[in-house]
């Protein structure tokens, strides 16, 4: 849960750098003991912040898809499907020229991916 003022604002922004640096997806635990990541604790912490402080998070989720690592930008298109689902569309279309790579996980499956690879795939999904 997000504090008040200057402190929900350190941690949504250490949130969104988390994500901004993130080389693996993962929306849920992984491995054998379903440890969450730092990412996607982050992700969580986004989203919520989505729900709680819309105007403010929003801003730091376009941030993210400008200047994220692939599975920052991966997340931050992802978040945008909860709250503008066209402005997800126009995302993941601006991310089917990206070449970036990051490694996934589905539960205790590790995979790896490339960023145009998985838009196209999340378009296609729609």
């Given at each position: 849960?997000?504090?008040?003022?200057?402190?929900?604002?350190r941690e949504l922004d250490a949130a969104v750098k988390e994500l901004a640096g993130a080389d693996t997806l993962a929306f849920g635990g992984v491995?054998?003991?379903?440890?969450?990541?730092?990412?996607?604790?982050?992700?969580?912490?986004?989203?919520?912040a989505l729900h709680a402080h819309p105007?403010?998070?929003?801003?730091k989720v376009d941030w993210l898809l400008r200047h994220g690592s692939p599975?920052?930008?991966?997340?931050?298109?992802?978040?945008?499907e909860?709250?503008?689902?066209?402005?997800?569309?126009?995302?993941?279309?601006?991310?089917?020229?990206?070449?970036?790579?990051f490694t996934t996980f589905t539960g205790c499956v590790m995979g790896h991916a490339s960023l145009r690879g998985y838009a196209t795939e999340r378009l296609a999904a729609r």
């Open positions: 849960m997000f504090g008040i003022g200057k402190s929900r604002d491995g054998i003991a379903g440890t969450l990541l730092p990412a996607t604790e982050a992700y969580r912490r986004v989203e919520e105007d403010e998070a929003r801003e599975a920052g930008k991966a997340y931050a298109a992802t978040l945008l909860r709250v503008d689902p066209a402005a997800a569309r126009e995302a993941w279309a601006s991310l089917r020229d990206d070449k970036g790579e």
